[in-house]
């Protein structure tokens, strides 16, 4: 199998399966038990927020342990927007972020009286910094815009919207579940930001959200008083020791791993160039994560290609592996303003630590093979017709 969708997941590194193995065992007890089993288990969280902190350079009371992504971007912008003694308010996001931001800005804006600013995007998948400094008023609360986007890779210019908001005294939240591990960070450009440990070679169902020490958030479940009374629940001991493991395993020798993506991606890209002249690339070229490319096979239909891949043992995606069994067209690139056929046409590749310059050539070849069987196909059909 050659594996080609690390956006959606990674494979679980040997660091955070070691770290997660006393937990899965011995130490079983409950974080919030004073016995001895659990304050084991408790010295564990600690000692993971401890290590998460450290990495991203922040305090280790910002750091407060989810169950992924998408509860950290939920409990983020709901628990921020939503803090304030009066309701309602005007939030700002823009329409090519994931759906855990989507959704939650558009649940504000449906049942809490909230008005939503959607910001453009350029064709290029880049938010318009002009459009954004307009939009913020005196009773605005929060902007979220992404740090890099998962279906294009494009990296947004968080210095710059950082500045816009801190002039105007708004909070901005990022969410920074695809940039983790693969771009510099600098957590003091933001107020929030989430993360999920599958993206970045950790377990599924484990993330956190930094939030900036001094910001009051309402919570968003109710139940306990974990995470010093932000996220209650009894806490994922085993996802989380490996969760901070990972993101260690992530940051080594980021650099040079992926300077290694960007020729593995940039050669799959020529292949496909050169055997698929009608092809396109989709979002900046030069602003974007080392480890993506999307990509628009004109004329054929993404669900049909991204079967035939995977019938030859190449594992793609058409972009969000969030929206379950679906394969439509990506709202990210509608939303860039490209045309619906070029929107339905694209597949996204996506690569990590463990991709091999031999999956490269071999995956060069099969798409080749597979995008002149469909494209006969097609042909035929229109013949036929």
């Known amino acids: 199998m050659i594996y080609f969708d690390y956006n959606a997941t990674t494979p679980l590194c040997d660091e955070a399966r070691d770290a997660m193995l006393p937990y899965l065992g011995r130490h079983f007890g409950n974080p919030s038990s004073v016995h001895t089993a659990g304050r084991e288990a408790r010295a564990a969280i600690d000692d993971a927020r401890d290590k998460v902190s450290s990495l991203l350079h922040v305090k280790p009371n910002e750091i407060i342990f989810t169950s992924g992504g998408t509860e950290s971007c939920n409990l983020a912008v709901l628990g921020l927007a939503k803090c304030?003694?009066?309701?309602?308010?005007?939030?700002?996001?823009?329409?090519?972020?994931h759906h855990a931001v989507l959704n939650a800005f558009e649940y504000l804006e449906g049942r809490e009286n909230f008005e939503v600013t959607?910001?453009?995007?350029?064709?290029?998948?880049?938010?318009?910094?002009?459009?954004?400094?307009?939009?913020?008023?005196?009773?605005?609360?929060?902007?979220?815009?992404?740090?890099?986007?998962?279906?294009?890779?494009?990296?947004?210019?968080?210095?710059?919207?950082?500045e816009i908001c801190r002039a105007h005294g708004v909070l901005l939240h990022s969410d920074m579940?695809?940039?983790?591990?693969?771009?510099?960070?600098?957590m003091s450009l933001v107020d929030a930001a989430s993360f999920a440990a599958h993206k970045f070679y950790g377990p599924k169902g484990s993330g956190f959200l930094f939030l900036r020490s001094g910001l009051s958030l309402q919570p968003i479940m109710f139940g306990g008083a974990h995470e010093n009374e932000r996220r209650p629940g009894t806490e994922n001991v085993a996802a989380i020791a490996g969760a901070a493991a990972a993101a260690e395993f992530?940051?080594?020798?980021?650099?040079?791993?992926?300077?290694?993506?960007?020729?593995?991606?940039?050669?799959?890209?020529?292949?496909?160039?050169?055997?698929?002249?009608?092809?396109?690339?989709?979002g900046d070229q030069t602003r974007r994560l080392a480890n993506t490319l999307n990509v628009s096979f004109i004329g054929l239909d993404s669900a049909m290609l991204l079967i035939a891949l995977d019938?030859?043992?190449?594992?793609?995606?058409?972009?969000?592996?969030?929206?379950?069994?679906?394969?439509?067209?990506?709202?990210?690139?509608l939303a860039m303003g490209l045309p619906m056929e070029r929107a339905r046409?694209?597949?996204?590749?996506?690569?990590?630590?463990?991709?091999?310059?031999?999956?490269?050539?071999?995956?060069?070849?099969?798409?080749?093979?597979?995008?002149?069987?469909?494209?006969?196909?097609?042909?035929?059909?229109?013949?036929?017709?």
């Open 250 to 282: 992530a940051l080594r020798d980021r650099r040079a791993a992926q300077d290694r993506q960007l020729h593995l991606r940039d050669g799959l890209w020529r292949s496909i160039a050169e055997s698929v002249p009608q092809a396109q690339q989709n």
């Open 84 to 97: 304030s003694s009066s309701p309602g308010g005007h939030v700002i996001s823009n329409k090519a972020e």
């Open 345 to 385: 046409s694209a597949a996204r590749f996506s690569l990590g630590k463990q991709t091999t310059a031999e999956e490269i050539e071999a995956a060069g070849k099969i798409i080749a093979q597979i995008v002149e069987r469909l494209t006969k196909r097609t042909s035929d059909s229109y013949a036929v017709a």
């Open 177 to 186: 579940v695809q940039s983790f591990g693969k771009i510099d960070i600098d």
């Open 118 to 162: 959607w910001l453009d995007v350029s064709q290029d998948g880049v938010v318009d910094l002009e459009q954004l400094a307009r939009a913020i008023r005196p009773e605005t609360r929060l902007v979220s815009i992404m740090a890099a986007n998962n279906e294009t890779g494009v990296i947004q210019p968080i210095r710059e919207i950082s």
């Open 311 to 333: 019938l030859k043992g190449v594992c793609a995606s058409s972009g969000s592996a969030c929206m379950v069994g679906s394969v439509a067209a990506s709202h990210v690139l």
